[in-house]
């Protein structure tokens, strides 16, 4: 049962890392422009499934196992961001160049299709301080996943 600081710390973590992220990620789309190539949906994935996992872990036990899936589903999405950066900065080849993002609802498909932006993988369109959104993906979920498996684990300890 999670109920010691450090469960619930992890709960809310599990639940507001992933979705933190998401909702960054469209309002990067959505507010400015920055529409998400291949690899960038690459990283929604696992973070959709640890919001669901999270809230899962709300309503069905055992909790904690709930709460360790979402934290590896938060690490997966940072580790496709990791490759997906390295990808960025040329460190490495990606498996694809480029997607094409088509707006929907916009009338007649094959003219969404045509006028939608090409998104390549292999270049960041944005960056702060050097690091790109891939990057960032990575730093925040690569410490929230991790910080997640720390606290079940001195909850588990002090249960």
């Not at 529409?35 to 919001?51: D, I």
């Not at 309503?59 to 589903?73: D, E, F, K, S, T």
Request: aromatic share 12%.
């Amino acid at each position: 049962m999670i109920d010691t600081p450090h469960g619930r710390l992890a709960q809310r973590l599990a639940l507001g890392v992933p979705a933190l992220l998401l909702a960054g990620a469209y309002i990067s789309q959505y507010g400015f422009g920055l529409y998400p190539c291949e690899m960038c949906w690459w990283q929604r994935w696992p973070h959709f499934a640890a919001v669901a996992l999270a809230l899962l872990s709300t309503v069905a036990l055992p909790r904690r196992l709930w709460i360790a899936l979402a934290a590896l589903a938060i690490l997966v999405s940072g580790a496709i961001g990791a490759f997906h950066a390295g990808v960025e900065y040329g460190w490495w080849e990606g498996v694809t160049a480029c997607a094409v993002t088509s707006q929907a609802g916009t009338g007649d498909p094959l003219e969404a299709i045509m006028n939608a932006p090409m998104v390549r993988c292999d270049q960041a369109p944005w960056t702060l301080a050097g690091i790109s959104l891939a990057g960032w993906n990575f730093l925040f979920s690569a410490a929230g996943g991790l910080a997640i498996l720390w606290l079940l684990a001195k909850e588990r300890r002090t249960s």
